[in-house]
């Protein structure tokens, strides 16, 4: 029984001890420790959110990017079927004037020929021509070398031409 | 095959440590019938009791003892003196406001104590040995917690180290499974310091309580004026915090026929201090209890003085003393859990209406 009747001296410093460390406790440990606690808490969630929306950004990010990649390769696209049909355009181009070039070349070159030929065949003709009468002339001259080759000449023009 | 002669080694070693484990307390046990053999025979019980009650002075080893100080309030005023006289000599200690003389750790007036078996009793406020396992637990608490605090404050929010993240876990524990869920998020500030100091408190005192040497082995949250006080603390909080529903519910019990409510009355009044006192009590016989279990099982080693009797009481006394560690804790839990509740019944909003 003595067990249980309480010691009044005991209960006396119990309470002084307690009630005191209550009050360093509250004052000294509990409240900056559930004070950290607290904003540690409160920071991880943050920082559970903070990381939650930069996937979702990511994730929009991503889509952007995407779909900028497709409009850059159509545009790539775009870009070399215009660059082909210009190379294209140009080597028709470059290709008719060069053979609108050739062409006048050529018929400029006709021409020239045409005249050089016709010159040619003055001078071939005037050449010849000259060479036939100086042929000709030496032939007559020759010919009428002596008095009877003139006679028989002038018999002939004479036989030819009839006075008639 | 260097490894496996070290292995072998240490398998000898732990099996020498494990023979002298249990031999021990059969060699002590000779030792020390030896010793007393000649004063007087072991009473266990006798031993037991005197464990489990209070002293005015501290048992180290042996012969050895530590005289606390004793402080009286006598007829004349305040009286301190050291307790060593009372444990030698003639056992009368006599200062210059009067001489006292100890008898079951009680202290009385010398001259009147014996003439009617009903002498008259100075106030004792004496640093007792639970007393001083008192300021020991409190001077531990407060070194352990503000320590801690501090690293909080030096570290901020930066992960726990070391003491820090040993208790850590447990303060929220009591925060998040003890204290919110019983009171509620709102009001459980405020009520959260008192009940952590409450937990630490009585876990830490339980666990002293088990250290079975010098400084630890006081009885002190198995003593009932510990558990008298915390109770009654739980008591006068439960009742100063609560509300207008509370009180309603103790003395006009809404809900059931006027004539039940005036039998319901003093049945719920009853409640109030029983709830308390059923706090009392339970960490009062459980802590007690425990050191009672140990006491007895070493006891029967110092009885049979035989090696077989060490060799099965001394793992069983292993695994009683593991589970007292176990109740320690449970114990601090159950008070701060029920002392919570408590709390949150008599902070309730009325809203079951």
């Known amino acids: 029984m003595e067990l249980l009747i309480p010691n009044p001296g005991l209960v006396f410093w119990t309470s002084i001890a307690f009630l005191l460390l209550v009050f360093l406790l509250s004052k000294f440990a509990w409240k900056p420790i559930l004070q950290t606690l607290k904003i540690r808490e409160e920071s991880i969630e943050e920082a559970l959110k903070a990381a939650e929306l930069a996937r979702e950004e990511m994730g929009d990010l991503k889509a952007d990017n995407e779909k900028l990649l497709v409009k850059a390769r159509e545009e790539r696209e775009q870009l070399l079927r215009d660059a082909s049909k210009a190379a294209s355009m140009i080597k028709e181009d470059a290709k008719a004037d060069a053979e609108a070039i050739s062409k006048r070349m050529m018929e400029d070159a006709k021409v020239g020929i045409e005249a050089e030929k016709q010159s040619a065949l003055a001078e071939v003709r005037s050449q010849v021509a000259n060479l036939s009468v100086e042929i000709a002339e030496k032939i007559i001259r020759k010919n009428l070398e002596n008095d009877k080759a003139q006679k028989a000449l002038v018999d002939e023009f004479l036989k030819d031409k009839s006075f008639n | ?353």
């Open chain 2, 1 to 353: 095959m260097a490894s496996l002669f070290e292995k072998g080694r240490k398998i000898l070693k732990n099996l020498a440590g494990i023979v002298f484990f249990i031999a021990a307390p059969v060699l002590i046990a000779n030792a020390s019938s030896s010793e007393e053999s000649s004063d007087k025979k072991f009473s266990p019980s006798e031993m037991i009791l005197h464990h489990i009650q209070d002293t005015h002075e501290f048992h180290i080893w042996g012969e050895l003892a530590m005289p606390l100080p004793i402080i009286l309030w006598t007829e004349h005023g305040l009286d301190v003196f050291m307790s060593g006289g009372f444990y030698h000599g003639n056992g009368t200690i006599t200062t210059d406001k009067g001489s006292y003389i100890l008898d079951h750790e009680h202290i009385y007036y010398a001259g009147e104590h014996g003439n009617d078996g009903h002498a008259a009793k100075p106030l004792d406020f004496s640093i007792t040995r639970n007393v001083f396992s008192l300021f020991l637990s409190f001077a531990l608490i407060s070194w352990v917690f503000i320590s801690i605090a501090g690293k909080y404050k030096k570290r901020g929010t930066a992960a726990p180290k070391g003491m820090q993240s040993f208790f850590e876990p447990i303060i929220i524990y009591v925060r998040d499974e003890i204290v919110v869920p019983n009171i509620g998020e709102k009001k459980a500030g405020k009520y959260l310091p008192y009940l952590l100091t409450l937990f630490f408190f009585i876990w830490i005192n339980n666990m002293i309580g088990l250290v079975p040497f010098f400084p630890g082995g006081s009885n002190l949250s198995g003593n009932i004026a510990f558990t008298f006080t915390l109770s009654i603390l739980t008591f006068l909080i439960v009742q100063f915090s609560a509300n207008k529903a509370y009180w309603k519910h103790i003395f006009w019990m809404p809900g059931v026929p006027i004539p039940v409510r005036f039998i319901l009355a003093p049945i719920e009044f009853l409640g109030t201090l029983s709830k308390a006192f059923a706090l009392m009590i339970r960490l009062f016989a459980n802590i007690s209890g425990g050191h009672i279990v140990v006491l007895s099982l070493a006891s029967m080693i110092f009885i049979f003085k035989s090696y077989v009797v060490g060799g099965v009481v001394t793992p069983f006394l292993l695994f009683i003393m593991v589970l007292e560690l176990m109740v320690a804790a449970i114990q601090a839990y159950v008070f701060t859990l029920l002392t919570s509740l408590f709390i949150g019944m008599a902070v309730a909003e009325d809203d079951h209406h």
